[in-house]
């Protein structure tokens, strides 16, 4: 028994970025929401935030880039995202958000800007709500 347990130990400890799924979970949220035509400090519900990061294919609508994440639930992972550097940080950006994870701490954080800087004179719609998300990531 001790023979097989050693391989399975060695699977155990192999280091997480060497995935190419992964799944991360919203733990928090905060921001501000326009209320009372002033902006005013908010958490948000975050129960339901979920999102896939992996490695782009061939048959991706992105696939001139090394890495693609997005929603669940999402037809298309519109993010793009660099190769994860040597420290484990994976940078990824698409329209208004910009998603960071780190495959060594499995932590990631989502931070959304449409609404306070990028708001124009017709008013701020309720659903540009600036927030910074932070979040855990398991590998697939």
């Not at 940080?89 to 990631?108: I, P």
């Amino acid at each position: 028994m001790h023979k097989a347990l050693i391989p399975t130990l060695l699977l155990l400890a192999m280091p997480a970025y060497a995935a190419d799924f992964y799944i991360c979970t919203a733990d928090k949220s905060t921001g501000f929401i326009y209320k009372d035509n002033e902006w005013q400090a908010a958490n948000f519900d975050v129960n339901q935030n979920r999102y896939l990061v992996r490695k782009a294919t061939e048959d991706d609508l992105h696939s001139n880039v090394p890495w693609l994440y997005g929603e669940i639930g999402q037809p298309v992972l519109a993010g793009e995202c660099d190769e994860p550097f040597v420290t484990g940080l994976l940078n990824c950006r698409s329209a208004g958000q910009d998603f960071r994870m780190n495959t060594k701490t499995m932590r990631s954080q989502l931070y959304y800007w449409i609404g306070y800087v990028a708001s124009n004179d017709t008013g701020v719609r309720p659903i540009d709500t600036p927030f910074i998300e932070i979040g855990r990531c398991s590998p697939l």
